[in-house]
């Protein structure tokens, strides 16, 4: 199904949009590639939202680069980046006068601040912003027109994962291994689903990002967890699929470390046989057929003793994108003939 | 109904690993005695699993997972009502823990330790969102060395001049900026030990804020001596 391309090594970070590779090589430096030419030398961070690259130096000020014009221009001067990239072009920038630190959300395609030294905004959610409270239990919502809170509700249970908005509900997934959905406009808790009762794959499973997946297009929430694909209906609350891949055979069996997906494909990292550990191998299983098609062992036998595929593959067009612990970037190519 | 842990089973299939593991990796040290070593550190992981832990089969996800493939990985990874956290055991004397840990001298096992920061799993170094569920734990044995002793040797490795009180400019080591960087790339992680912060600039200030004080159980909770 894919086969190896190329490698990269000493990447720190990536992203990969529009069949559009950005990354930064870190060797002594930072320094910030596009598709393999080097763009900027010495930068902090970047973001990538598929037309822009917006990064910081060392001076620091902010600059964007415009994809399609190839036009660079001072963004900001004296601030420095945050790294999350919220809809609608936002992020944090921040900066320090006489050791005070000042943090701007910001919104970097009509170039104004929205909020200044503000708790930061955690989520966007339908053009209102969530605040996640210290404690984590906690769950604001802003209005962006208003400036004004539209609720506030502590939960009682740590939030683990704001997931999105289906069926004019927030869902969120808590510490304690819930499912919950909040109204919208109230924040009142109107559904939670423990985990036991979805199914017993996902309770107790001290979920980690990357390994629960929520698509607002079509109300699911899937779990791609230790031995366990799990796809979940909000609308109906009922389990679409699932699969244990606990086969008996301790030699076959998968199991899962995080992964991403498009409406046909998991791509994981993960690992098969006794290797229940740090994840050597790279897969797509099938969500039709829930079959794995197609996986590929990255470790090898003379590799350093820790070397671990850490984070989910990202999907690009036909290129799949690995980045190890060691920070050698893999990119894998769709066969043609698959 | 989960079964008791089978501990004689898991005593034979653990140990006959340990000694295996012990002349691929440990079997140059014949003048010291790699019997003595791997035999205590077998003993203090087992009797940590079976009194501290008191696992059950179905509590246990890996133990070694390593032999067939000859590289080392974790020691013990749970899964279930424990979490799915990984256990790393080291019975270390005082004199390892001075020279390796403090002195920075921690070769292939600074690189595990940053592999465990680096996995997705790890979500916390002493401060998970469950008290029950802690996701990583470095587990020393408690007849050599304190916990105190040990975190203090940690923050020597982390950090330059932080365990001297007269010195008021303290900054990162090069092992700390790889600690760093390590939870930076993790967000579980960074999201547990930096809240809403996103500028790496700021989250690496505060890093060095935490490590200060070895009583701080976000960034050095996951030291235990037991």
């Known amino acids: 199904m894919f086969k190896i391309n190329f490698s990269l090594n000493n990447i720190y970070r990536f992203q990969a949009k529009n069949s559009c590779l950005v990354y930064v090589k870190k060797i002594d430096k930072r320094n910030l590639f596009i598709d393999n030419k080097l763009l900027a030398e010495d930068i902090g961070t970047f973001i990538f939202d598929g037309k ?14 415009d994809l399609l014009n190839k036009k660079m221009e001072l963004l900001l001067p004296e601030y420095r980046l945050g790294e999350i990239l919220f809809s609608n072009y936002r992020t944090h920038v921040g900066n320090r006068i006489n050791q005070i630190r000042e943090t701007v959300f910001y919104d970097y395609k009509e170039r104004k601040a929205i909020f200044i030294n503000s708790p930061l905004p955690t989520h966007e959610v339908n053009g209102n912003l969530l605040f996640e409270q210290p404690t984590n239990t906690t769950l604001k919502s802003i209005n962006l027109e208003t400036g004004t809170y ?17 069926g004019n509900q927030l869902w969120i997934y808590t510490g304690t291994d819930e499912l919950m959905s909040l109204a919208l406009d109230t924040g009142q808790v109107l559904q939670r689903i423990r985990s036991n009762d979805l199914h017993p794959a996902v309770s107790n499973a001290n979920l ?33 699929r699932q699969k244990s891949f606990d086969t008996g055979n301790p030699y076959t069996d998968w199991a899962f470390s995080v992964s991403s997906l498009d409406d046909d494909y998991c791509y994981f990292v993960g690992n098969q046989g006794r290797d229940a550990g740090f994840a050597q191998w790279v897969g797509v299983l099938n969500r039709k057929t829930l079959e794995v098609e197609w996986s590929e062992h990255l470790g090898k036998q003379n590799q350093r003793d820790f070397w671990a595929l850490t984070k989910a593959p990202i999907s690009d067009g036909n290129k799949l994108y690995i980045h190890d612990s060691e920070g050698t970037l893999h990119i894998f190519e769709k066969e043609e003939n698959a | 109904m989960d079964k008791a842990l089978n501990i004689n089973k898991i005593n034979s299939n653990f140990y ?22 791997f035999q205590q550190g077998h003993h203090h992981q087992l009797s940590d699993m079976r009194i501290n832990l008191n696992l059950t089969n179905a509590n246990i996800l890996g133990i070694d ?7 080392r990985q974790y020691d013990l990874k749970l899964k279930g009502s424990l979490g799915n956290g990984y256990k790393e055991y080291k019975s ?33 170094m002493g401060s998970p969102i469950d008290p029950a569920k802690p996701t990583l734990e470095y587990i020393f044995n408690v007849r050599l060395q304190s916990e105190g002793n040990i975190k203090t040797a940690f923050q020597n490795l982390f950090c330059d001049k932080c365990n001297e009180p007269t010195v008021t400019t303290k900054t990162l080591s090069p092992q700390g900026v790889k600690v760093f960087e390590a939870i930076w790339g993790n967000a579980g992680l960074r999201s547990n030990i930096f809240g809403t912060i996103t500028i790496e600039a700021d989250a690496k200030d505060e890093f060095l804020d935490l490590i200060k004080s070895t009583s701080n159980n976000k960034v050095y909770g996951f030291i235990k001596s037991r």
């Open chain 1, 150 to 166: 539209n609720w506030e509700v502590d939960l009682s249970v740590y939030i683990s994962s704001v997931l999105g908005v289906f």
């Open chain 2, 16 to 37: 006959s690993w340990r000694v295996a593991d012990a002349r691929v990796v440990g079997g140059k040290n014949t003048n010291n005695g790699w019997n003595f070593s």
């Open chain 2, 92 to 124: 270390y004397g005082s004199d390892q823990i001075e020279d390796k840990i403090a002195k920075r001298n921690w070769g292939t096992e600074f690189d595990q330790f940053l592999a465990y920061l680096k996995a997705p799993e790890t979500t916390d």
């Open chain 2, 65 to 71: 997972k390593t032999i067939t493939s000859n590289t």
């Open chain 1, 52 to 65: 822009n690259i917006v990064y910081d130096n060392q001076k620091p000020d902010i600059l964007i680069y």
């Open chain 1, 208 to 240: 980690v990002a990357n390994a629960v997946h929520f698509e607002a297009i079509h109300g699911r929430v899937t779990f791609l967890k230790d031995r366990d694909y799990l796809e979940f209906d909000l609308a109906t609350c009922q389990v679409i």
